[in-house]
T-cell receptor, first 108, second 114 residues
Framework: GIQVEQSPPDLILQEGANSTLRCNFSDSVNNLQWFHQNPWGQLINLFYIPSGTKQNGRLSATTVATERYSLLYISSSQTTDSGVYFCAVEVGNEKLTFGTGTRLTIIP | DGGITQSPKYLFRKEGQNVTLSCEQNLNHDAMYWYRQDPGQGLRLIYYSQIVNDFQKGDIAEGYSVSREKKESFPLTVTSAQKNPTAFYLC?????????????FGAGTRLSVL
């Protein structure tokens, strides 16, 4: 099956800093989503981005499908950005495969 | 409120007992999914259903069972055959559209063994 690797596994930053999270995948995909899991476990959709670039406030994402990677950018980090960020990919038409996540901690 | 409701939020299982986790959605989504998350790990797919009265095994289906009798509901039973059931269980649903298959998640159920 498809392999999904995220880096770095852990990231600790001061409030106000910028960060880049990476997701590599081993095969062509027709769906890629980024999620934020908050400290209570809730998974929040951030982006649906199988290709191209999208922006939503301080967050943006870019997927280069031909090179099999996606990047999530967080600018001017806030403590509420803390949590685990997952990318998930879909091959074919049925199910998502999740990466192992990046744990982001923002220090005030 | 539209969304996905999982209950209970916390559940305790005794040895040899079957327990059922509830997942209900009012988003009119066709597909529903169950995932398991262990501490510090990603999500692994247990079962999924693309349509009423049909479901498929995911990557870790052993020791679990599901039913899909109604579009809105996709309960998961953790059977006594699941020897290590302590985990966080997440339910999701999705609707295929021209924009893709976007999954949305419930708040989860934490299951512990007594």
């Amino acid at each position: 099956g498809i392999q999904v690797e995220q880096s770095p596994p852990d990231l600790i930053l001061q409030e106000g800093a910028n960060s880049t999270l990476r997701c590599n995948f081993s095969d062509s995909v027709n769906n890629l989503q980024w999620f934020h899991q908050n400290p209570w476990g809730q998974l929040i959709n951030l982006f649906y981005i199988p290709s191209g670039t999208k922006q939503n406030g301080r967050l943006s994402a870019t997927t280069v499908a031909t090179e099999r990677y996606s990047l999530l950018y967080i600018s001017s980090s806030q403590t509420t950005d803390s949590g685990v960020y997952f990318c998930a990919v879909e091959v074919g038409n049925e199910k998502l495969t999740f990466g192992t996540g990046t744990r982001l901690t923002i220090i005030p | 409120d539209g969304g996905i409701t999982q209950s209970p939020k916390y559940l305790f299982r005794k040895e040899g007992q079957n327990v059922t986790l509830s997942c209900e959605q009012n988003l009119n989504h066709d597909a529903m999914y169950w995932y398991r998350q262990d501490p510090g790990q990603g999500l692994r797919l247990i079962y999924y259903s693309q349509i009423v009265n049909d479901f498929q095994k995911g990557d870790i289906a052993e020791g679990y069972s599901v039913s899909r009798e109604k579009k809105e509901s996709f309960p998961l039973t953790v059977t006594s055959a699941q020897k290590n059931p302590t985990a966080f269980y997440l339910c999701a649903s999705s609707m295929r559209s021209d924009w893709g298959n976007i999954q949305y998640f419930g708040a989860g159920t934490r299951l512990s063994v007594l």
